[in-house]
């Protein structure tokens, strides 16, 4: 997600979704194994470093991805080979052996089916490209299925057999051009992508959201300005030409709306959106606050029938960054130390939901790792 931009004032809105449609292939709710998993700890631009498999948790950090034991807290690369060093491994040509090992540091994971997947920008060839990476989770195996070329990825995410991706192009005039496309990765018709959504035309675009789904919705943060002359805007002129908006993509019957909360005024945007135990958050922001950069974290938290359970403050003030919550009781986060050597992981305990009536809530260490 490049080019998103920063924001100050928050309100959170949950609503809950779960409206089946009669088969588990076409439930409007989570089906744990092939839904895109938003359990993620972090949707920032920087990539989606953690995600819950079966049984496991997966991190990735540097170039390696490692796999955490709940029930043990310890923490390995994913990688089976028993002759391999995985990150003692001091010769950069052999690097690349070690099934935990991903070209590109800052490339996001997920989890499908059995599988980790990641895009990876790929410098290792004669020309860089991106390159669509299948780990098992053993880490008894990774193999290459899908390589771009002429096309960059700037986000993405897998959903019911389905990559959903941000397509970043040039034309030959040198004219960007992007578009969100979807790639069946089995099946008649796979790996062939079709294009699902594209920017309105007169907007400059800043840049897109990781793609997200829930059940059978596909939602796409998008953002920009409505005008090719980029000043320092006054209030008035961000809320006239400030573009933020989130659409939600109806898998079923590929109807594509723009998300609104309730009395959204003019200067608020439906900036972003998770998920959290079955319910929908949505995130908007007051362009008028946009640019003050004060990041001082609300949490409102509704309920089903949007009465307020609880108000709590995130522990994070450097950056406008808010972690996904999860489907279980832990959030889990990356935090890197000072001296950059390691990084640790932590987690939220999220079931004091309800206890914290505006105060800060605090996290749990449980292991560290060095940075290789």
């Not at 920087?46 to 170039?63: D, Q, R």
């Not at 609880?310 to 950056?319: G, K, M, N, R, Y």
Request: glycine fraction near 8%.
């Amino acid at each position: 997600m490049k080019g998103k931009g920063k924001y100050t004032s928050i309100a959170l809105l949950c609503v809950l979704i779960i409206t089946g449609c009669g088969t588990e292939e076409t439930a409007d709710t989570y089906i744990a194994g092939t839904d895109y998993p938003w359990q993620y700890y972090s949707r920032d631009f920087y990539g989606i470093p953690t995600v819950e498999g079966n049984g496991s948790v997966y991190f990735k950090n540097g170039h390696y991805i490692y796999q955490l034991d709940e029930e043990t807290d310890i923490l390995t690369p994913l990688c089976n080979k028993t002759n391999c060093l995985h990150t003692q491994e001091t010769d950069d040509s052999r690097r690349g052996e070690c099934n935990a090992y991903i070209p590109e540091e800052d490339a996001s994971i997920t989890y499908m089916d059995g599988y980790i997947y990641s895009v990876v920008d790929d410098w290792s060839g004669d020309e860089p490209c991106d390159v669509l990476y299948k780990l098992a989770e053993d880490g008894s195996t990774k193999e290459t299925i899908y390589q771009w070329e002429g096309q960059s990825v700037e986000g993405w995410c897998m959903h019911r057999d389905v990559l959903y991706y941000v397509e970043h192009t040039f034309d030959a005039d040198n004219q960007e051009h992007y578009a969100v496309k979807a790639m069946k990765l089995s099946g008649m018709g796979r790996l062939q992508s079709k294009t699902i959504f594209e920017p309105e035309e007169g907007l400059t675009v800043y840049g897109f959201g990781m793609p997200e789904a829930y059940g059978n919705h596909l939602y796409i943060n998008l953002n920009g300005v409505l005008t090719d002359e980029i000043e320092d805007f006054t209030d008035e002129e961000w809320i006239r030409y400030s573009y933020n908006k989130t659409f939600q993509y109806n898998l079923q019957d590929k109807s594509m709306t723009e998300i609104r909360i309730p009395d959204q005024s003019e200067s608020q945007q439906v900036s972003d959106v998770t998920f959290w135990q079955d319910k929908i958050i949505y995130t908007a922001m007051d362009i008028t606050k946009n640019h003050e950069y004060d990041f001082t974290l609300n949490i409102d938290i509704y309920d089903r029938d949007m009465n307020l359970v609880d108000t709590v403050q995130a522990p994070f003030h450097s950056s406008p960054y808010e972690p996904s919550y999860g489907s279980g009781d832990r959030m889990y986060v990356q935090v890197s130390e000072e001296s950059g050597d390691t990084f640790a992981i932590e987690y939220w305990d999220k079931t004091k939901i309800g206890t914290y009536q505006g105060e800060e809530y605090q996290l749990t260490r449980i292991c560290e790792q060095p940075i290789k």
